[in-house]
């Protein structure tokens, strides 16, 4: 009987020590109800619960710049009106009203490969042409999400010296005052698919056909200066977006 107690006190320790090591594992990852830490592909995260995305709850992170610069046009705000997680989103109530973050040796967008994920949310829809995420350089460099012309599904364009590639959901069906996840990845090495595109519920869930290109991707000319969150070009559209996570790698 002694034995026994012991045995069954020792498989005990063993399951709670594996329980108790696995806990921490998921506090380093950053995955915890309080924020995120930029660990591994991870580069930058922002919930928008601040201008600051290491402030908050739940916060984020930047192996780069942390504080938001927002635009003058129709100048973002930090709104709790509409969020999809913490208690506030980013609130673009116009065109050209987006935040945006400096970019310094590639630190918080990497050239080679990537992955943008990014939650938003749609007031009224661009009847023309809105674009919610861009990396500028100049008209024949440049990285963008935005709204496929006038109709309801999702555009990815990646140019590079003035080669560029385009993507687009074929049924996402973009509706009006409903959350969306839109996830974005690139690798410009010569690999198979080169760009993938899909649109998911609010939980990453419920997902779109996932759309992609095995085109080999040109290199950029030049160095970005920033990326941008928001709504661009010239047609009216108000949005809230919130939780953007980018990564240096191509996610699973």
């Known amino acids: 009987m002694r034995i026994l107690g012991a045995l069954s006190f020792l498989l005990f320790l063993s399951v709670s020590t594996r329980a108790f090591s696995f806990g921490i594992a998921l506090i380093s990852s950053g995955d915890k109800p309080g924020g995120d830490t930029c660990t591994g592909a991870k580069i930058f995260s922002w919930h928008m619960e601040n201008i600051?995305?290491?402030?908050?709850?739940?916060?984020?992170?930047?192996?780069?710049?942390?504080?938001?610069?927002?635009?003058?046009?129709?100048?973002?705000?930090?709104?709790?009106?509409?969020?999809?997680?913490?208690?506030?989103?980013?609130?673009?109530?116009?065109?050209?009203?987006?935040?945006?973050?400096?970019?310094?040796?590639?630190?918080?967008?990497?050239?080679?490969?990537?992955?943008?994920?990014?939650?938003?949310?749609?007031?009224?829809?661009?009847?023309?042409?809105?674009?919610?995420f861009a990396v500028?350089?100049?008209?024949?460099?440049?990285?963008?999400?935005?709204?496929?012309?006038?109709?309801?599904?999702?555009?990815?364009?990646?140019?590079?010296?003035?080669?560029?590639?385009?993507?687009?959901?074929?049924?996402?069906?973009?509706?009006?005052?409903?959350?969306?996840?839109?996830?974005?990845?690139?690798?410009?090495?010569?690999?198979?698919?080169?760009?993938?595109l899909q649109v998911c519920d609010e939980n990453n869930e419920n997902c779109c056909t996932a759309v992609t290109s095995n085109t080999n991707l040109t290199a950029w000319v030049g160095t970005p200066a920033q990326i941008e969150i928001g709504n661009h070009g010239w047609d009216s559209q108000n949005s809230y977006f919130d939780n953007i996570q980018i990564y240096n790698d191509w996610l699973p």
């Open 52 to 132: 600051d995305v290491t402030l908050g709850t739940p916060h984020g992170c930047s192996v780069g710049d942390t504080i938001a610069t927002l635009g003058t046009d129709h100048t973002p705000v930090i709104s709790s009106t509409i969020f999809q997680d913490g208690g506030y989103s980013l609130y673009c109530p116009g065109s050209n009203a987006y935040a945006a973050f400096s970019i310094v040796d590639s630190d918080i967008f990497n050239p080679p490969k990537g992955t943008v994920r990014m939650r938003m949310y749609l007031v009224t829809k661009p009847s023309i042409w809105g674009k919610w």
């Open 136 to 196: 500028p350089i100049d008209s024949s460099n440049n990285f963008e999400i935005s709204q496929d012309g006038g109709n309801d599904e999702v555009k990815l364009n990646y140019k590079g010296n003035g080669s560029s590639v385009d993507l687009v959901t074929t049924d996402a069906n973009f509706a009006q005052e409903t959350w969306y996840t839109v996830t974005a990845k690139y690798d410009t090495a010569d690999v198979d698919p080169n760009l993938w």
